[in-house]
């Protein structure tokens, strides 16, 4: 899959005016305050809450029940449907100038007027490092924010420990 360049990744005008209200003063997160407090700690600043959003018709593939196989469009919908879900949050982060999100959840759920349509939500907190690692920078190999679904605690944890992405 090519990387997304995040600049054009569409954002909706709600979306747009809460990364604006926040940028530079007050933010949401969902951490906790432990959670902050050792995130804080670990090097980072929570810069807000980001997340991307997906409703997605997974459509309807039969399949014998004589044989076990994958349903292969369905699989594709539900992969594409998450996709687009996180590059929508990671669209969000980079907005604010974010190195990483953590904290990253990922809910699916499916409609009940429409039991083939899944609505997918991803979400984070965005963070800033206070400094660049030895490798020059803290977003991934394809120059996006790290996504971690880590807690506070096992984020500062790992930070701790020195496991840090290298190059």
Not at 54 to 72: A, C, F, P
Not at 79 to 93: D, F, G, N, Q, W
Not at 104 to 111: D, N, Q, S, W
């Amino acid at each position: 899959m090519s990387t997304p360049d995040l600049g054009s990744v569409p954002l909706p005008a709600d979306a747009t005016a809460r990364l604006a209200d926040g940028a530079g003063r007050l933010f949401t997160s969902d951490l906790s305050v432990n959670e902050f407090l050792l995130v804080r700690q670990a090097g980072f600043r929570p810069v807000g809450l980001v997340l991307g959003s997906s409703v997605y018709h997974v459509g309807i593939q039969t399949g014998r029940w004589t044989k076990n196989m994958e349903l292969d469009k369905l699989s594709q919908a539900m992969y594409h449907a998450r996709e687009l879900a996180m590059t929508r949050m990671e669209a969000e982060a980079d907005r604010l100038g974010a190195d990483g999100i953590v904290g990253v959840r990922l809910e699916i759920e499916f409609k009940e007027y429409g039991n083939d349509l899944a609505e997918f939500i991803a979400v984070g907190t965005a963070v800033v490092a206070d400094a660049p690692p030895p490798t020059g920078t803290w977003r991934n190999a394809k120059r996006l924010p790290f996504t971690s679904d880590l807690s506070g605690q096992d984020f500062w944890t790992l930070i701790q420990a020195g496991y840090a992405r290298s190059a």
